[in-house]
């Protein structure tokens, strides 16, 4: 069975860019979060797609988005990138029942890096 | 505001000795409590979770505790092994947002030979 796939694992970008990022999740899984994951902040979350809808969101500016496609595919896009930006962020998949305790299983990350 | 916090940054235990990680937190209205791994270069790796309502779940050589009244959990490794040598971090949720999940900062375990 195939885990989460995110894609690309490093981007390199200036301030004021934009960028995509993507996410596949594990296949049957409809729940898709991402978090970011800092030195200074550790592992904070930004938001959650579940059927195509965003079902949870995090602290974060309107600068990040992200939706979720009809086959749980997922992308998250930053626009007016800004040096702080530079972080792992990580997507991560589940069932997405609401029972508590939902195990997710996370990906390896895109490390993005704002220059 | 750190809902959820791990204060020993590092935590070094003899390889077959055991290892207690430590976390804290302040919300009393988290419903669900987890245990992740992290390993270099790649994502969190779901270990073990408890109920707020339990106060103890066991799988394997790996056991939470969960003290209510002192807003703490543990995660107790016997016997610890080469192979736990990663970050742990502590996780916390509410039901309504299962997958919104608030960690603690992290405590890199090293298990010596």
């Known amino acids: 069975k195939a885990g989460v796939t995110q894609t690309p694992r490093y981007l390199i970008k200036t301030r004021g860019q934009q960028v995509t990022l993507s996410c596949s999740p594990i296949?049957?899984?409809?729940?898709v979060s991402w978090y970011q994951q800092t030195p200074g902040q550790g592992l904070q979350f930004l938001f959650e797609?579940?059927?195509?809808?965003?079902?949870n969101k995090g602290n974060f500016p309107g600068r990040f988005s992200g939706r979720q496609f009809s086959n749980s595919r997922s992308e998250m896009n930053v626009s007016t990138l800004e040096l702080g930006d530079s972080a792992l962020y990580l997507c991560?998949?589940?069932?997405?029942?609401?029972?508590?305790?939902?195990?997710?299983?996370f990906g390896s990350g895109t490390q993005l890096s704002v220059l | 505001d750190q809902q959820v916090k791990q204060n020993s940054p590092s935590l070094s235990v003899q390889e077959g000795r055991i290892s207690i990680l430590n976390c804290d937190y302040t919300?009393?209205?988290?419903?669900?409590f987890l245990w992740y791994k992290k390993y270099p270069a790649e994502g969190p790796t779901f270990l073990i979770s408890?109920?707020?309502?339990?106060d103890k779940n066991e799988d394997g050589r790996f056991t939470v505790f969960l003290n209510k009244s002192a807003k703490h959990l543990s995660l107790h490794i016997v016997p610890s092994q080469p192979g736990d040598s990663a970050v742990y971090f502590c996780?916390?949720?509410?039901?309504?947002?299962?997958?919104?999940?608030?960690f603690g900062q992290g405590t890199r375990l090293t298990i010596n030979p």
């Open positions: 919300n009393s209205m988290f419903d669900y």
């Open positions: 408890i109920s707020s309502i339990k």
């Open positions: 296949s049957g899984h409809r729940s």
């Open positions: 797609y579940f059927s195509e809808t965003q079902r």
């Open positions: 996780a916390a949720s509410s039901l309504q947002a299962a997958q919104k999940l608030v």
């Open positions: 991560a998949s589940s069932f997405g029942f609401r029972t508590g305790g939902e195990k997710l299983f």
